[in-house]
């Protein structure tokens, strides 16, 4: 890794002399700073990132403009920015949803406002090689007191006949008092197989009285070693209700988190995950409750195939000064193999009296009095165990607000199952 890199980069997209420095920054810290600590998951040795920071080739024909809704949409193939579309009222009432790129060229004050405010570049090893490394993004801003019900889409897609790394950064600002649901896909396309990273980061500024809805499912290849983070920052009385399927093919670690820091916010996580074959993941779900009667609660449900590794970390942390904070969280994973491997792992940091916390974990496998029961039915082993594995995560995926999401999940489940 060579700053040089990083110094042509910025220069060749003419980036401001801040964010240079910024990067060169964080550049710096890389060799400082440890690595995230994400319990239980042996993930040091894994190939992160090569201090690659390029751009990708256009790739055309990826998209059925046949297919498109209505709704607020932007992709991406790699680097490259393939559609992107936003109604004329919204632009009329000061709505931003643009590539990084052009935010840097239209909107510079935003992104230099904002940009991580969320995830700071000195917070570890991953964040700091991120902010000196990330070839590409997005930016959505909604201006104060602006409601929108149209769902607002974000599709990233990772060419897997691609060698370029995955380094995306995506920044979310909602205005005080405003209102938005948020679609989110990180997924590989193609057929081919060429190994390379992700490093994803993904901020959300929810100001005062700010309601976000926002949905997510990773879908990336099994050739590509993804770190992703996304983090909140609330302020007073702001909700943020995250609804995360992780279904990618590789090994992971992820980091979902929300720092409560206004007194009345809110912060509800949902994550399903699925692993596979020989797949690791790992995945850090945090709360830290700093306002005064903040509300932070996790729910997480995961299933295992084969002789995949899931670890769920579910941490609740309430601040000194947080008087009247709830914290509460649970952590279930169902195991389909003898061979799968599997953590739920609560923890619960309180520094604070009058407060409100509890925590529920459990691993275990199909009970064969319910497989028994279907299979008498007249249902074969397979579509047994794949009803079972709906119930299970069902009600984590009946909270999730929009029906497309959780449609989709389930397709990413049975397709799963099908490779077994």
């Known amino acids: 890794m060579t700053k040089e890199r990083i110094i042509d980069f910025s220069q060749s997209k003419a980036e401001p002399k801040w964010l240079l420095d910024h990067r060169l920054s964080a550049f710096k810290k890389i060799s400082e700073l440890p690595l995230p600590q994400i319990e239980r998951v042996k993930f040091q040795r894994w190939s992160l990132g090569d201090g690659t920071i390029t751009e990708s080739d256009t790739k055309p024909n990826v998209v059925d403009f046949m297919a498109i809704d209505n709704h607020p949409k932007l992709v991406q193939v790699g680097t490259q920015t393939v559609l992107e579309q936003l109604p004329m009222d919204l632009i009329d009432k000061g709505v931003v949803f643009t590539d990084f790129e052009t935010a840097l060229e239209e909107n510079p004050n ?58 995306k950064h995506v920044l979310i600002v909602v205005g005080k008092n405003s209102r938005v649901t948020y679609l989110e896909r990180f997924e590989t396309i193609g057929d081919g197989n060429i190994k390379t990273t992700a490093n994803i980061s993904v901020e959300v500024i929810a100001k005062e009285g700010s309601q976000v809805k926002f949905s997510a499912i990773d879908r990336l290849g099994d050739h590509v070693t993804t770190y992703i983070t996304r983090r909140g920052h609330h302020k007073n009385n702001a909700t943020i209700d995250w609804a995360i399927g992780v279904m990618n093919e590789g090994n992971v670690i992820a980091d979902f988190d929300s720092d409560l820091l206004g007194d009345g916010s809110h912060a509800n996580l949902k994550v399903v995950a699925a692993s596979s074959g020989r797949q690791i993941q790992g995945i850090d779900t945090r709360v830290t409750n700093y306002g005064k009667n903040s509300v932070g609660h996790i729910l997480q ?10 670890t769920f970390n579910g941490i609740g942390h309430i601040i000194k000064g947080a008087k009247g904070a709830d914290a509460q969280q649970e952590s279930r994973v169902l195991m389909l193999s003898d061979q ?19 925590h529920a974990a459990s691993i275990g496998q199909v009970d064969p009095d319910d497989m028994y029961y279907l299979m008498s039915r007249g249902l074969d082993q397979e579509t047994a165990e794949r009803l079972v594995i709906r119930g299970f995560l069902g009600s984590v995926i009946s909270e999730i607000p929009v029906k497309e999401v959780r449609d989709e999940i389930i397709v990413v489940l049975d397709k799963k199952l099908e490779k077994r």
């Open 110 to 167: 935003l992104i230099k406002d904002y940009f991580g405010r969320a995830l700071s570049f000195d917070e570890d090893q991953l964040a700091a090689y991120h902010h000196a490394y990330f070839n590409s993004g997005a930016i959505l801003y909604i201006p104060d007191n602006v409601e929108i019900d149209l769902p607002i889409e974000a599709v990233f897609l990772q060419d897997s006949e691609s060698d370029v790394p995955f380094n």
């Open 301 to 310: 449900h995961g299933v295992i195939l084969e002789r995949g590794t899931l």
């Open 340 to 358: 799968a491997r599997s953590d739920a792992n609560p923890i619960l940091l309180i520094d604070e009296n009058e407060v409100t916390a509890g």
